[in-house]
């Protein structure tokens, strides 16, 4: 694949969007009804695509090709967006919605995580899937979760970490995220972000006064709260900090990691623990992470 692909498109065979009776439309924004535009009036196009759009993404070069996953169907749709053309369609979560996805940094590849628990690597040119990290599949028995995580799904993704922008971390509802490294093949360290000791503690003092009843409810809630929301490494800008993430979850807790891998380890180091609490009880406060970003140039 040409390093400057996105480029020359125009001059490539573009197949076909498949017949959808309920495609909605993609502009270059977004709008409460699952479409996007980039002016509440006059949107610049409209892309016909899949249904319940779950996130949007360009390419890093060039900033003309765009994804579009799906979190009904599982399929992810990449477009050029100055022609309006369908440019591939990828398909392979079948067990489930694609919660995320994105392109390398250097383009030449699409990873993307879903409801079915699965990291999967595309080659843009040809939709075909050319490397699954099962990390969760149920079905399978998993490829680095906990027995609580078999048949979870994963719920977010960030690419690009690691010194050679390899590595790939997928945030899990099982409370752990995974840090694959992309050309490797290889899952390269499982963070533990979940904690049961917290969140048991909170889960005692929200219900002591709880009766039997909501036992049942009690222990869907705990399952919830143990879902990682977000992921995200650190600017490669800062000596030293290459192999640094976060992560996020439901539990309001945020996390700095670092991997250790350039060492050859396969044992992550938590860094910093960060934690909203009640000024005073000194409780975690509820209220979950569901976006981080980095400083671009102070990220520490």
């Excluded at 749709?77 to 067990?95: A, E, I, N």
């Excluded at 899990?172 to 000791?197: M, Q």
Aim: charged letters at 15%.
């Amino acid at each position: 694949m040409p390093a400057d692909w996105a480029t020359v498109i125009e001059n490539q065979k573009v197949p076909a969007p498949p017949d959808r009776h309920d495609a909605n439309t993609i502009n270059n924004g977004n709008n409460n009804d699952g479409t996007s535009s980039s002016s509440s009036s006059n949107p610049l196009h409209v892309l016909e695509g899949p249904s319940d759009v779950e996130f949007l993404t360009f390419h890093p070069k060039g900033g003309t090709v765009l994804l579009a996953g799906s979190i009904a169907d599982g399929t992810i749709w990449m477009y050029h967006t100055p022609s309006k053309r369908c440019l591939q369609v990828f398909v392979g979560h079948d067990k489930g919605g694609v919660t995320a996805g994105g392109f390398t940094p250097d383009g030449k590849w699409v990873v993307s995580v879903g409801q079915d628990g699965t990291c999967r690597v595309w080659a843009p040119k040809t939709g075909m899937s050319k490397h699954v990290f099962r990390l969760m599949d149920g079905s399978s028995g998993g490829g680095g979760g906990d027995e609580e995580g078999a048949g979870a799904g994963l719920t977010c993704l960030a690419v690009g970490g690691g010194a050679d922008g390899q590595l790939a971390i997928c945030g899990g509802e099982d409370g752990n995220a995974y840090v694959v490294h992309i050309s490797g093949k290889k899952l390269v360290a499982t963070l533990p972000h979940f904690e049961e000791a917290t969140a048991t503690t909170t889960n005692n003092s929200n219900s002591a006064n709880n009766n039997n009843d909501n036992d049942e409810m009690d222990q869907e809630e705990m399952g919830e709260a143990r879902s990682i929301e977000a992921v995200g490494f650190c600017p490669p800008n800062i000596p030293g900090t290459a192999h640094w993430c976060a992560t996020g979850g439901v539990d309001g807790i945020l996390k700095i990691w670092n991997m250790n891998v350039a060492t050859g380890g396969s044992v992550a180091q938590l860094r910093q623990r960060c934690v909203r609490t009640n000024d005073e009880s000194q409780q975690v406060v509820g209220a979950g992470i569901t976006r981080l970003t980095w400083h671009a140039s102070l990220p520490l």
